[in-house]
């Protein structure tokens, strides 16, 4: 099995409990040599602020490079490009570009007048600074807002065709799943990588609310390992096991990028690369 590249998603503290745990995420991943790390925003933009300081910092002080979140939600053109450009001015030239979820409660994404309509209208400005790699969402079971998986498709295929240069997929359960949505994305004409996002699932009952909320297909054998394992307190040891498994089925097929959603918890995510075979980078000294 070949060693994949692989980079990690966190999301910024609320909390000083929250900044502790992200750190030690960091600490914890960092040596396993990502290719970049990512920070979200919150739902509506509620973290804005909160991510532009935990970008600057993990920037600043691991030496890893950062890919901000940036979303179109609550903010107008100036305000958003604003945000890109102070990313710029202090080293972070990766950007993942989103719509964006519209805030808890609210009927929708709705732009603003003076915002960004649409991802690929923020992709199309952020391409036409010059100044960052763009990486976008993909989605390989149909969006719960798309009309079909085809228009799902299409739309990826607009994100690129605007100026991004890669999409990291929303997860999924099953190897097969991404094998067809990039079967499908080639057939439509996309060449720009599509990265499979990895969720080694820290609280089933958690990660099944959200797999229902975003689509996301759930494997009755999955469920049934699930409510099996928490009987024999095994939960830990079957999520790594699934997650390995499913990383292995994609190595296999051809995939040479894995992407983790981390949800600032680092232990299942490190010793899934452990099992592939990402191990921590050993850094020679010179003793002479």
Partial sequence: MTR?????????????????RLWDCVNTLAPLDPTFVSVTYGAGGTTRQLTHEAVGTIHKTSGLTVAAHLTCVDASRDETMAIAQGYADVGVTEIVALRGDAPKGSDGFKARADGFASSVELIEALAGTGKFTIRVGAYPEQHPEAASQKADIDWLKRKIDAGATSAITQF????????????????AGITAPIIPGILPVENWAGARKFAQSCGTSIPLTLAQGFENAARDGTTDLYATAVATQLCDNLLQGGVDHLHFYTLNRPELTRDVCHALGVSPKVRLQNVA
């Fill in 4 to 20: 994949p590249t692989v980079s990690f998603e966190f999301f910024p503290p609320k909390s000083l409990e929250g900044s502790f």
């Fill in 172 to 187: 999924f359960f099953s190897a097969d799943t991404f094998f067809r949505f990039r079967d499908a994305c080639v057939a």
